[in-house]
């Protein structure tokens, strides 16, 4: 599968992403939002739509939705909720409370690992429908024998983050969602769980050919639930686009539904999506505006973002901010160790190495490792030092991931230890005198030679010399010696 | 001037007269008239009975029992009470039973209040005679070939005719206010957000507010305090204290500046004895010292358009939930579309589905600003008009109704003359603002006048007050 799209085309895409606030109630009522519970247990008059009840707006909720409008760097607006009115059983009063033209965050942008900016045209606040489950009839509501609904989920809160049609192919998609996500959980705004649904992807695909800017007439996605299919689907979108218009026919605009089992897009029937939601400003609610105190305290009690936080990684350690080994290190939460490592004065470089190899392949395997950040930054000193090789310094570490204790202790009982400067010069010396004619030919420019020495070296030392430490005296050696005179 | 709710509630408290005695004279007239009335949809004896022997329990054992101790209260057919069907008139909430009480019954059960039952209405409101509801029209105790007026009648006509001291109505377009005067009693819009629409089932909920019916202009001040107030369940209800819709009553009128509105006074259909008395009135006030003049407030004259744009948009989102899924009428079809279809043709009457309608067309895309906006822009221009009259003057003054009350049937075959009802009271909703409705004299044809007071955003205790100076100065009886 291609991440960039179809040969001579540019693939657009813009997400909108469905984040659940962990708040502790609905966003209306005083109803515990909670997953998983049994159905139509956490409702009350409110949630449910009934008649006379009314909306009252939850503080938690709004300052979880200022937290995501700040950490994507929107505007925070005065903002107004509308009803966005259709007929579905999930949806306890036929119609839904969100935001339409005046949203509470808008104009903002996410910073991808690449440093690419993704604009964020708006992120706005509304509610949850329910979940309903249509028995018979291939689970469509038109064909099915008989639904069911379950109300638990109605009225929970959410925020939908809106991108502009700034991504381009399937794996920017991939890599903007997971930043979003990083993004979400730090601030606290939600668990990131696409699983349970808490974070739920809708995409615009269109395509155009390449080197054109014109956008293309895009189709919305649904019904992805995890990034994969949200990969697979933008593909197949994209292929099935191209296919339409080099066929001489059109793209027509329309929602289509994702089908994981066949791995194509089917386009809805019309009936479930010719609506006209007829918004109009919700009169049970007054205009929400944020003060400028409040807006500032949620500013300040944010945690610092993945991409200040690559940054930070980055100028420490010298690599480039858009680093394989910076984004993941970021990514797993190691990004502390290599500042500790820094701030200790210790090789931060070396550090992120050892992080982004190690000890996330470590945690890959184990699904979590603890690590005493002193010990580390121990560790690393130690190997910059040159008291530990750096093959020494990977199995000290995989102790210390697997059980802990100190680098130095590790070391004495796995009888770890470099060579000393001296004690390597005279092995390596005693290596070159035991093998002269291997020698002539080496400082005689036969390079592929270092090997066999280094060899020698690593079997006569067992294993504790450092080896490129060796290859610089050999290749020091030869060079003092002189050319070769034959 | 004393009324029954002062009077019953002193007798109770000082122990005079039982809380149960009061209730079985109300329920003995209900069991003689009501048949002919019909301003109930459901008698409640059973709760009415419990609730008057703990307020005569509280008298007996020296606790508190409330401020509107023993008076017999009736609420209109959409205020929801748990445990107690409530059916906005409509076949489309058959059997449903609220699980929860609106804040103003809580708030009016805690005061000690009786409740003898809910009240007929059109049907979701809508409609100003209260023949459009699905279990029959309310009749006007007055003449009973008579409408009571609507859409709050049956709660007007329970007053009128005796069966409660004081009820509850519904007030968006003149709901109180015009069924007031078409049955000779007080009725009071409050100014938007003064009482919670929390347990009310919505209309417009834009345009929605809650007030009272009684025979005095004390009694209903009374009724609204008790009603009145925050409540952090509606969003809409206005923070903090307010002061009491009672606090300026017997002060009289002199000094006050009185504003008779031009349009109004003048409008179309304005039936001569009502303008009459109308004049008769400001003459009243002025004779007892008020300074009254006419003034022109031009954009009344949009705001029965505007209305008819907003409120049906509004309801037609209200109304949605009405759809078989969760609770109420059910009728079945062949798939989810058919079975809202069928549910919604069967359960709602014509004047619901014509306004549905006519709202989500006003609501639909390419037609939004040129209908609901529009709309709204002629609501900022009336609330501008207001201010302007408000600056000059402390309370206005006009009609509250056309004429006294038509025969059933007159207007039911053509919506537009049926709407005209509303045009002296619309634009007290339009702009959030309160009005009052006070009986004043009769018409030519013997039947009740009222007379319309409005007054600024929380203006109620100016209101009250010019009220009671009405109320004080009106002809009893005989014709004008």
């Given at each position: 599968?291609?991440?960039?799209?179809?040969?001579?085309w540019e693939?657009?895409?813009?997400?909108?992403?469905h984040?659940?606030?962990?708040?502790?109630t609905?966003?209306?009522?005083?109803?515990?939002?909670?997953?998983?519970?049994e159905?139509?247990?956490?409702?009350?008059?409110?949630?449910?739509?009934?008649?006379?009840?009314?909306?009252?707006?939850?503080?938690e909720?709004?300052?979880?939705?200022?937290?995501?409008?700040r950490?994507?760097?929107?505007?925070?607006?005065?903002?107004?909720f509308?009803?966005?009115n259709?007929?579905?059983?999930?949806?306890?009063?036929?119609f839904?409370?969100?935001q339409?033209?005046?949203?509470?965050?808008?104009?903002?942008?996410?910073?991808l690992?690449?440093?690419?900016?993704?604009?964020?045209?708006?992120?706005?606040?509304?509610?949850?429908?329910?979940?309903?489950?249509?028995?018979?009839?291939?689970?469509?509501?038109?064909?099915?024998?008989?639904?069911?609904?379950d109300?638990?989920r109605?009225?929970?809160?959410?925020?939908?983050?809106?991108?502009?049609?700034?991504?381009?192919?399937?794996?920017?998609?991939r890599?903007?969602?997971?930043?979003?996500?990083?993004?979400?959980?730090?601030t606290?705004?939600?668990?990131?769980?696409?699983?349970?649904g808490?974070?739920?992807?809708?995409?615009?695909?269109?395509?155009?050919?390449?080197?054109?800017?014109?956008?293309?007439?895009?189709?919305?996605?649904?019904?992805?639930?995890?990034?994969?299919?949200?990969?697979?689907?933008?593909a197949?979108?994209?292929?099935?686009?191209?296919?339409?218009?080099?066929?001489g026919a059109?793209?027509?605009?329309e929602?289509?539904?994702?089908?994981e089992?066949?791995g194509r897009?089917?386009?809805?029937?019309?009936?479930?999506?010719?609506?006209?939601?007829?918004?109009?400003?919700?009169?049970?609610?007054?205009?929400?505006?944020p003060?400028?105190?409040?807006?500032?305290?949620?500013?300040?009690?944010?945690?610092?973002?993945?991409?200040?936080?690559?940054?930070?990684?980055?100028?420490?350690?010298?690599?480039?901010?858009?680093?394989?080994?910076?984004?993941t290190?970021?990514?797993?939460?190691?990004?502390?160790?290599?500042?500790a490592?820094?701030?200790?004065?210790?090789?931060?470089?070396?550090?992120?190495?050892?992080?982004?190899n190690?000890?996330?392949?470590?945690l890959?395997?184990?699904?979590?490792?603890?690590?005493?950040?002193?010990?580390?930054?121990?560790?690393?000193?130690?190997?910059?030092?040159?008291?530990?090789?750096?093959?020494?310094?990977?199995?000290?570490?995989?102790?210390l991931?697997a059980?802990?204790?100190?680098?130095?202790?590790?070391a004495?009982?796995?009888?770890?230890r470099?060579?000393?400067?001296?004690?390597?010069?005279?092995?390596?010396e005693?290596?070159?005198t035991?093998?002269?004619r291997?020698?002539?030919?080496?400082?005689?420019?036969?390079?592929?030679?270092?090997?066999?020495?280094?060899?020698?070296?690593?079997?006569?030392?067992?294993?504790?010399?450092d080896l490129?430490?060796?290859?610089?005296?050999?290749r020091?050696?030869?060079?003092?010696?002189?050319?070769?005179?034959? | 001037?004393?009324?029954?709710?002062?009077?019953?509630?002193?007798a109770?408290?000082?122990?005079?007269?039982?809380?149960?005695?009061?209730?079985?004279?109300?329920?003995?007239?209900?069991?003689?008239?009501?048949p002919?009335?019909?301003?109930?949809?459901?008698?409640?004896?059973?709760?009415?009975?419990?609730?008057?022997?703990?307020?005569?329990?509280?008298?007996a054992?020296?606790?508190?029992?409330?401020?509107?101790?023993?008076?017999?209260?009736?609420?209109?057919?959409?205020?929801?009470?748990?445990?107690?069907?409530?059916?906005?008139?409509?076949r489309?909430?058959?059997?449903?039973?609220?699980p929860?009480d609106?804040?103003?019954?809580?708030r009016l059960?805690?005061?000690?209040?009786?409740?003898?039952?809910?009240?007929?209405?059109?049907?979701?409101?809508?409609?100003s005679?209260t023949?459009h509801?699905a279990?029959?029209?309310?009749?006007n105790?007055?003449?009973?070939?008579r409408?009571?007026?609507?859409?709050s009648g049956?709660?007007?006509?329970?007053?009128?005719?005796?069966f409660?001291?004081?009820?509850?109505?519904?007030?968006?377009?003149?709901?109180?206010?015009?069924?007031?005067?078409?049955?000779g009693?007080?009725?009071?819009?409050?100014?938007?957000?003064?009482?919670?629409?929390?347990?009310?089932?919505?209309?417009?909920?834009?345009?929605?507010?809650?007030?009272p019916?009684?025979?005095t202009?004390?009694?209903?001040?009374?009724?609204?305090?008790v009603?009145?107030?925050?409540?952090?369940?509606?969003?809409?209800?206005?923070?903090?204290?307010?002061?009491?819709?009672?606090?300026?009553?017997?002060?009289g009128?002199?000094?006050?500046?009185?504003?008779?509105?031009?349009?109004?006074?003048?409008?179309?259909g304005?039936?001569?004895?009502?303008?009459?008395r109308?004049?008769?009135?400001?003459?009243?006030?002025?004779?007892a010292?008020?300074?009254?003049?006419?003034?022109?407030?031009?954009?009344?004259?949009?705001?029965?358009?505007?209305?008819?744009?907003?409120?049906?948009a509004?309801?037609?989102?209200?109304?949605?939930?009405?759809?078989?899924?969760?609770?109420?009428?059910?009728?079945?079809?062949a798939d989810?579309t058919?079975?809202?279809?069928?549910?919604?043709?069967?359960g709602?009457?014509?004047?619901?589905?014509?306004?549905v309608?006519?709202?989500?067309?006003?609501?639909?895309?390419?037609?939004?600003?040129?209908y609901?906006?529009?709309?709204?822009?002629v609501?900022?221009?009336?609330i501008?008009?207001?201010?302007?009259?408000?600056?000059?003057?402390?309370?206005?003054?006009?009609?509250?109704?056309?004429?006294?009350a038509?025969e059933?049937?007159?207007?039911t075959?053509?919506?537009?003359?049926?709407?005209?009802?509303?045009v002296?009271?619309?634009?007290?909703n339009?702009?959030?603002?309160?009005?009052v409705?006070?009986?004043?004299?009769?018409?030519?044809d013997?039947?009740p006048?009222g007379?319309?007071?409005l007054?600024p955003?929380?203006?109620?205790?100016?209101?009250?007050?010019?009220?009671?100076?009405?109320?004080?100065?009106?002809?009893?009886?005989g014709?004008?």
């Open positions: 599968m291609s991440g960039t799209g179809p040969e001579g693939v657009v895409i813009g997400l909108e992403v984040c659940e606030l962990r708040t502790r609905k966003l209306f009522c005083g109803c515990p939002n909670v997953f998983g519970d159905p139509n247990t956490n409702v009350c008059p409110v949630c449910l739509g009934l008649p006379g009840s009314l909306p009252v707006l939850n503080r909720a709004v300052e979880l939705a200022l937290r995501i409008g950490a994507l760097h929107c505007r925070v607006q005065s903002s107004v509308h009803r966005k259709y007929f579905y059983p999930d949806m306890p009063k036929d839904q409370i969100s339409y033209d005046v949203p509470v965050n808008a104009d903002g942008w996410l910073e690992p690449s440093g690419k900016r993704v604009g964020i045209e708006r992120a706005h606040m509304e509610e949850d429908t329910g979940k309903t489950t249509h028995v018979g009839g291939g689970g469509r509501i038109h064909e099915a024998t008989f639904s069911l609904v109300y638990n109605a009225g929970v809160p959410l925020v939908e983050i809106v991108s502009a049609p700034d991504l381009r192919g399937a794996d920017e998609a890599e903007y969602v997971e930043e979003l996500r990083a993004v979400l959980v730090a606290g705004a939600s668990d990131g769980k696409m699983e349970e808490s974070l739920r992807v809708d995409c615009n695909v269109s395509v155009r050919p390449e080197g054109t800017t014109e956008l293309g007439t895009r189709c919305e996605i649904k019904n992805m639930n995890s990034l994969r299919s949200l990969s697979r689907a933008v197949y979108e994209a292929a099935r686009q191209v296919e339409v218009l080099t066929s059109r793209v027509v605009q929602t289509r539904h994702w089908d089992a066949d897009t089917h386009a809805m029937r019309s009936k479930e999506e010719a609506f006209d939601y007829r918004y109009f400003p919700e009169p049970d609610l007054v205009t929400l505006s003060s400028d105190e409040w807006i500032s305290a949620v500013e300040a009690a944010l945690p610092v973002l993945p991409a200040e936080r690559r940054r930070r990684v980055a100028e420490a350690s010298g690599e480039a901010p858009g680093s394989e080994a910076v984004s290190v970021v990514r797993l939460d190691l990004d502390d160790l290599v500042m490592a820094s701030s200790a004065g210790a090789d931060a470089g070396l550090a992120l190495r050892r992080l982004a190690e000890v996330a392949g470590a890959a395997d184990a699904g979590r490792v603890s690590l005493d950040p002193a010990a580390f930054v121990e560790l690393v000193r130690m190997e910059q030092d040159g008291e530990l090789t750096p093959a020494q310094a990977r199995r000290v570490l995989k102790e991931v059980v802990g204790g100190a680098p130095r202790d590790i004495g009982r796995l009888g770890l470099s060579l000393g400067s001296d004690q390597l010069s005279s092995v390596v005693q290596v070159v035991d093998n002269p291997e020698w002539e030919r080496f400082a005689g420019g036969d390079d592929k030679l270092v090997g066999f020495f280094v060899g020698k070296v690593k079997a006569a030392t067992g294993g504790n010399a490129r430490a060796a290859t610089e005296l050999l020091g050696r030869r060079s003092q010696s002189g050319p070769s005179t034959t | 001037m004393t009324g029954p709710v002062e009077a019953i509630a002193r109770v408290r000082q122990g005079e007269v039982r809380a149960v005695e009061v209730l079985a004279e109300h329920l003995g007239r209900i069991a003689r008239t009501e002919d009335v019909h301003a109930f949809n459901l008698v409640t004896s059973d709760v009415a009975g419990r609730q008057a022997e703990e307020v005569d329990r509280a008298v054992e020296g606790r508190d029992p409330g401020p509107l101790a023993g008076v017999p209260v009736a609420l209109k057919d959409l205020l929801c009470t748990r445990g107690v069907p409530t059916t906005c008139s409509s489309v909430l058959e059997g449903w039973v609220p929860y609106a804040t103003v019954v809580t059960a805690e005061a000690g209040a009786v409740f003898v039952g809910k009240t007929n209405m059109d049907e979701f409101a809508m409609g005679s023949e509801s279990f029959g029209p309310t009749r105790p007055h003449d009973l070939s409408v009571p007026g609507g859409s049956g709660s007007a006509a329970a007053v009128a005719a005796g409660a001291a004081a009820s509850l109505g519904s007030d968006t377009g003149g709901s109180i206010r015009q069924p007031a005067a078409l049955c009693v007080v009725g009071a819009k409050p100014t938007y957000g003064l009482v919670s629409r929390y347990g009310l089932v919505a209309f417009a909920s834009s345009l929605d507010q809650i007030g019916f009684a025979l202009v004390a009694d209903a001040a009374m009724v609204l305090d009603i009145s107030g925050h409540d952090e369940r509606d969003s809409t209800s206005l923070p903090g204290a307010q002061p009491s819709a009672s606090s300026r009553l017997g002060r009128v002199a000094g006050l500046r009185v504003g008779v509105i031009a349009e109004l006074v003048g409008a179309d304005m039936a001569p004895d009502v303008a009459a109308v004049e008769e009135a400001a003459a009243a006030l002025s004779a010292g008020a300074r009254v003049e006419p003034v022109s407030v031009p954009s009344v004259r949009y705001g029965l358009s505007a209305y008819y744009m907003i409120a049906p509004e309801a037609s989102s209200n109304l949605a939930r009405y759809d078989g899924v969760r609770y109420g009428l059910r009728k079945p079809g989810i058919e079975m809202y279809t069928a549910t919604r043709s069967a709602f009457g014509a004047e619901v589905k014509r306004r309608m006519l709202g989500t067309y006003a609501l639909s895309a390419g037609y939004y600003d040129a609901y906006g529009k709309a709204q822009r609501r900022t221009l009336i501008r008009d207001f201010e302007d009259a408000y600056r000059s003057y402390d309370v206005l003054l006009s009609p509250t109704a056309p004429t006294t038509f059933l049937g007159a207007k075959a053509d919506p537009l003359t049926m709407y005209l009802n509303d002296c009271t619309i634009p007290s339009l702009a959030g603002h309160p009005a409705s006070v009986p004043f004299g009769r018409g030519t013997g039947l006048i007379v319309q007071v007054a955003a929380l203006g109620e205790p100016v209101m009250f007050q010019v009220a009671e100076a009405l109320e004080a100065a009106a002809p009893t009886g014709a004008a």
